[in-house]
C-alpha cells in the first residue's frame, strides 16, 4: 500500500477509546477505490477547520456515492445498513423518544431485538454521546446505519401530523398569540367605535384634542428615539475600528449554516432563487439551504420537482393544517436543519456572496448571549418607480442607521423577516417562531430580550424587489402592523412582567416602536390636518391653543421633519443610493399610504386575525446587477482556494415583519 493510503484520513481527534482501534474511514474509501485519493486529502484538509463529517464533505463535492459512502461506515462500525423503506420503523418507539429529537439528530429507532433497541443513523459517530439522551427504559441501544433521507422519510411516515401540530404550539402560551379571543377582541372594538362615534357626536373637540394630544406625544418619543440612534451611529463611525469586519474566511472551525427559504406560489421565481443561492462563497459542505413550501402549493411542488437542485439544496414540504403562516413554516421546516446557526431569507433574496462567511465570522467572536444577527435588507430595483425608490430610501434608513443605533444603544431590536441567523440552541429554547403571529419576527425580537439575549446587526446586505404598486404595499404593509398589534397585545398581557424582564429602558422602547407607531399611521391624518391652520383655514385644535402653545406644536412638526429628512439623507449618502437623496422630500406623498394599511390592519386584526395577505414576487427581478453578483469561478472562501482543486460540477444536480 502507498504512503498515501496508509496515512489517516479521519483526523478528527479520538474522543473515545473504542474509536482508535476502528480503521479511519478514508482508509477504507480508499481500499475500495470508492475516492480519488486527491480528493480525499483535499477533503481531510478541509475538515480541520470546518466542523462537519468527512463522509459530509466528500458527499457535497460529489467526490463519493452515497451507496459507497454507505457501505465503508457499515465496515468501520461493523454495523449493518438497513432499508427504512421495505421494513419501517416501529412507531411506539418513536414516540417513546420524540420525533423532533429524532429529526435533530437523523435517527430514529427502528426494531427492538432480544432486548436490544436499534438506532438507525445516519451519523454513527454521534451514536455513543447520544445515547446518554435516550430513554434509559429501552436500553441497550445498538447501532444500524441508514441514509439521511431515508430517516427522514420513514419518521414522516409515521409522524408527519404530530410534527405539523406541534410546529404550530411550540412557543410558550403564554408568549403567543394562538389563544387570541376573536369575540372578545370584536366586542372591544365595537365598544370603542361606538364611543368614539357618540363622542364625535357629543364632543368632537374633545375627542379631537386627546387624539391629538397621544399622537404628539407618540411622536416625541419617537423623534427621542430616533435621535438617540442617529447620534449613537455618528459616534460608532467616528470611532477607529481595528476589528472591523473581515470579508473573508472566518478563523476557527466554520460551522454548518442551515438556511430556510419558504416559498409560496412562487413558481416564476424559484428558478432565479437557486441561480442566487448558488453564487454563495461559504463552503458547499458546510450550507444547507432548505426550500420551504406548503403542501398544497401544487405550483412551486411541481416546478422544484423538474428543478435540478444542488446536493446542498434540499425541499421539505409543510403539511396542510388549519393555518397556514410563514412562521408555522419555519417551525416545521427547523426539525430537518442540519446546522449549528439556523439562518432565514425569503423567496426573491438575493444574498451578498460572502454573507455567510460574515455571519459565521462574527458568530466565532461574539459571546454566547448574542443569539441574533440581522443584516441589511436593500432593494434591487429602485429605480423602477417612485414608490420603490421611496421604499429604498425608507428601508436604507431602517437598517443602515435606525436598528443599529438601537442595538448599539441595547434597546430591543425588531428583527426583519429576512437576512436572519440564530444559534440554534437559543432558538430552540424559545420555541421558534410563534406560529399564530403573522409579524412573527418582531415578536422573536422581543421574546430574545425578555429571555436575556441579544441581536446585533451585520454589515452583510441582501437584495430585495421593491413592492413598487399601491395596492400590494399597502396589503403587506397592513400585514406587518397587524402583527405589530398582536405582539404588543400578547407582550402586554403581563405589563408588569414586561418591564421586569426587559427593564425600564427597554420597555419604553418597546411602547415607542411598536404602540407609537401603530399609533402614528392610524393617528395620522389628525397630525396632517394640523397644517391647514398654516394656510389660514380654521382648525378646531390650533384655534383652541394659545399662541406660545401654537408656536411650540409647529415647531415639533417641523423639527420632527427635519430629523427625518436628515437621518434619511445620512443612511443615503453611500453610492448605491447617493442619488435616491433628492426624492426625500417627497416621502410627505408617500406616508399616506400607511394610513390606508393602518385602518386595513385595524379590521383584519378583528375579522381576520391569522390570515396571512400573501405579498407578490417577481414582477421586477434584476438582482443579477446588484452586488450579489460573483465573479466567475468565485465558488468558495478565498482562504480555501489554495487548498482544493478546480472545482467540480456537483453529482446531484419599517415597520419591517
Request: net charge neutral; with cysteine.
Amino acid at each position: 500500500m502507498s504512503p498515501l493510503r496508509r496515512r489517516s484520513f479521519d483526523a478528527k481527534p479520538k474522543r473515545h477509546a473504542c474509536r482508535a482501534a476502528r480503521p479511519p474511514l478514508g482508509e477504507i474509501l480508499l481500499d475500495r477505490d470508492a475516492v480519488d485519493p486527491a480528493d480525499l486529502l483535499t477533503a481531510s484538509a478541509l475538515r480541520q477547520r470546518e466542523d462537519v463529517r468527512l463522509g459530509d464533505i466528500l458527499l457535497a463535492n460529489g467526490w463519493v456515492h452515497e451507496t459507497d459512502l454507505m457501505a465503508a461506515l457499515a465496515e468501520q462500525r461493523h454495523a449493518s445498513v438497513v432499508d427504512l423503506q421495505e421494513e419501517p420503523p416501529d412507531p411506539r418507539l418513536i414516540d417513546a423518544i420524540g420525533p423532533e429529537l429524532c429529526l435533530k439528530h437523523a435517527m430514529v429507532p427502528w426494531r427492538r431485538v432480544g432486548g436490544v433497541t436499534l438506532i438507525a443513523t445516519a451519523r454513527p459517530e454521534d451514536f455513543e454521546a447520544l445515547q446518554a439522551s435516550l430513554p434509559t427504559c429501552h436500553a441497550p441501544y445498538r447501532l444500524v446505519l441508514a441514509a439521511e433521507r431515508c430517516v427522514h422519510d420513514s419518521l414522516l411516515t409515521c409522524r408527519e401530523t404530530a410534527l405539523i401540530r406541534h410546529a404550530e404550539i411550540k412557543v410558550d402560551p403564554v408568549e403567543s398569540c394562538r389563544n387570541h379571543n376573536e369575540r372578545r377582541a370584536s366586542r372591544i372594538a365595537a365598544g370603542l367605535v361606538a364611543v368614539t362615534g357618540l363622542g364625535m357626536l357629543l364632543a368632537p373637540n374633545l375627542l379631537l384634542g386627546l387624539f391629538f394630544g397621544w399622537v404628539m406625544l407618540t411622536l416625541v418619543g419617537s423623534m427621542a428615539l430616533k435621535l438617540a440612534a442617529f447620534a449613537s451611529e455618528i459616534t460608532e463611525q467616528r470611532k477607529p475600528r481595528p476589528d472591523a469586519l473581515i470579508r473573508g474566511a472566518p478563523k476557527g472551525r466554520l460551522p454548518i449554516i442551515s438556511v430556510m427559504v419558504p416559498l409560496f406560489r412562487e413558481t416564476d421565481i424559484a428558478a432565479r432563487l437557486v441561480s442566487r443561492l448558488g453564487k454563495l462563497r461559504y463552503p458547499r459542505e458546510l450550507i444547507d439551504v432548505i426550500l420551504v413550501i406548503e403542501h398544497s402549493d401544487t405550483m412551486t411542488r411541481a416546478a422544484l420537482a423538474n428543478a435540478d437542485l444542488p446536493r446542498w439544496m434540499r425541499v421539505v414540504t409543510v403539511p396542510d393544517g388549519p393555518i397556514k403562516t410563514k412562521p408555522r413554516a419555519l417551525n416545521y421546516a427547523l426539525n430537518f436543519c442540519r446546522g449549528s446557526v439556523i439562518g432565514v431569507w425569503d423567496a426573491e433574496d438575493a444574498p451578498e456572496p460572502d454573507q455567510l462567511q460574515i455571519v459565521a465570522q462574527r458568530f466565532l467572536a461574539a459571546p454566547p448571549e448574542t443569539a441574533c444577527l440581522q443584516g441589511v435588507l436593500d432593494y434591487y430595483n429602485p429605480r423602477t418607480n417612485w414608490l420603490a425608490r421611496c421604499f429604498t430610501v425608507e428601508y436604507a434608513t431602517w437598517f443602515r442607521m435606525f436598528l443599529p443605533g438601537l442595538a448599539r444603544l441595547g434597546f430591543v431590536v425588531p428583527l426583519g423577516g429576512t437576512t436572519l441567523f440564530f444559534r440554534r440552541d437559543a432558538l430552540e429554547e424559545l420555541g421558534g417562531w410563534d406560529a399564530h403571529n403573522v409579524t412573527e419576527d418582531a415578536d422573536l425580537g422581543v421574546r430574545l430580550a425578555r429571555h436575556g439575549y441579544r441581536t446585533e446587526l451585520i454589515a452583510a446586505a441582501t437584495f430585495e424587489e421593491a413592492n413598487c404598486r399601491a395596492l400590494p404595499w399597502v396589503k403587506q404593509r397592513s400585514r406587518w402592523l397587524k402583527g405589530y398589534a398582536m405582539t404588543w397585545a400578547v407582550h402586554m398581557r403581563d405589563p408588569v412582567q414586561l418591564w421586569r424582564d426587559l427593564g425600564t429602558k427597554r420597555f419604553l422602547g418597546v411602547q415607542i416602536l411598536i404602540l407609537g407607531s401603530l399609533s402614528q399611521y392610524v393617528l395620522a391624518p389628525v397630525l396632517w390636518s394640523f397644517w391647514l391652520a398654516l394656510f389660514g383655514l380654521w382648525h378646531p385644535i390650533a384655534s383652541a391653543l394659545p399662541g406660545p402653545v401654537f408656536a411650540l406644536v409647529m415647531g415639533t412638526f417641523i423639527l420632527s421633519e427635519l430629523i427625518a429628512i436628515t437621518t434619511s439623507a445620512w443612511a443615503c449618502r453611500g453610492a448605491e443610493h447617493r442619488n435616491l437623496i433628492k426624492w426625500i422630500p417627497t416621502l410627505h406623498l408617500y406616508y399616506p399610504l400607511g394610513a390606508l394599511a393602518g385602518w386595513k390592519a385595524l379590521y383584519e386584526l378583528i375579522a381576520r386575525p391569522f390570515y396571512w395577505d400573501k405579498t407578490s414576487h417577481g414582477i421586477f427581478d434584476d438582482s443579477d446587477a446588484t452586488a450579489s453578483e460573483a465573479r466567475p469561478g468565485d465558488e468558495i472562501a478565498p482562504a480555501e482556494a489554495a487548498a482544493r482543486p478546480p472545482p467540480q460540477r456537483e453529482a446531484h444536480s419599517p415597520l419591517i415583519g
